[in-house]
């Protein structure tokens, strides 16, 4: 029987090759978007995979979201937390407004969808969840403290909820992208990319959506039921932990 897999932030970007992958190994794929119809709409059409609309931000949401694609499709077996949001400001700069808005979608988002699946997951004994949090969460980045606060707190919240969960069939595990040839990169000047980002990236180029997907379908895999509470690197070995 094929796995259901949802990924959240799933229709464009990384989440969209995470959404594809999943799918040519056979997953049955929903996919969530917060605000761009348009572009979900002509993912879903080009590539088959059902989009959904929510906030993840919102836990009421995210129960009635899942609720209607469980429905839809079947018990979610593969959750990927990818959908994630920026603000940048120096700190001394930061508005409340700013801050809340990041940790609102990229932390507490993984709380609301985690919570949707667990119980499912723990009653058949088996999930896999798979945090997308950041070479920032890692290491910090300037102008960037909200944002390193969420994915380093999706860290924390990845080894603690692997260890409540271990015994039960389901493990829960983090990638930490660098930085990937996305739109969210196209606006970064290229003088900026190639005096100030590229240098500092051993293997000099950016990463690929799909180098980051092909590392979520081996963490998502059933053979991969003995790694858990890990957190896979994917930077060009720009930071090594």
């Known amino acids: 029987m094929a796995r259901v897999a949802l990924v959240t932030g799933g229709t464009r970007g990384i989440g969209a090759a995470i959404s594809q992958a999943l799918q040519a190994e056979g997953c049955l794929v929903a996919a969530t978007y917060a605000g761009n119809a348009e572009a979900a709409k002509a993912f879903a059409s080009r590539t088959g995979i059902s989009a959904h609309q929510w906030d993840i931000g919102d836990f009421d949401a995210c129960a009635t ?41 990229n ?16 009653a058949r004994r088996y999930g896999r969840i798979i945090n ?17 606060a969420a994915k380093a707190g999706e860290l924390g919240f990845t080894k603690a909820l692997a260890l409540e969960t271990a015994r039960l069939g389901i493990t829960v595990n983090a990638v ?5 040839h996305t739109e969210m990169l196209d606006a970064v000047p290229q003088d900026i990319l190639e005096k100030s980002i590229l240098p500092q990236i051993p293997v000099g180029r950016l990463g690929r959506p799909e180098e980051i997907a092909r590392a979520v379908l081996f963490l998502a895999a059933e053979e991969a039921g003995f790694i858990t509470g890990s957190t896979l690197s994917i930077n060009g070995g720009q930071y090594m932990i």
């Not at 507490?108 to 919570?115: E, I, L, P, T």
């Not at 930490?176 to 990937?180: R, V």
Request: contains cysteine; positive net charge; aromatic residues 8%.
């Open 65 to 105: 979201g899942v609720k209607a694609v469980e429905a839809s499709v079947g018990p979610i077996d593969i959750l990927v937390n990818n959908a994630g949001i920026v603000r940048d400001a120096t700190f001394h700069k930061m508005t409340q407004p700013q801050w809340d808005a990041v940790i609102r979608t």
């Open 107 to 122: 932390l507490d988002g993984v709380f609301n969808m985690c919570r949707q699946v667990i119980d499912g997951m723990r």
């Open 132 to 148: 997308v949090s950041s070479i920032n969460g890692q290491k910090g980045q300037f102008g960037q403290t909200n944002y390193s």
């Open 176 to 180: 930490c992208p660098g930085y990937i």
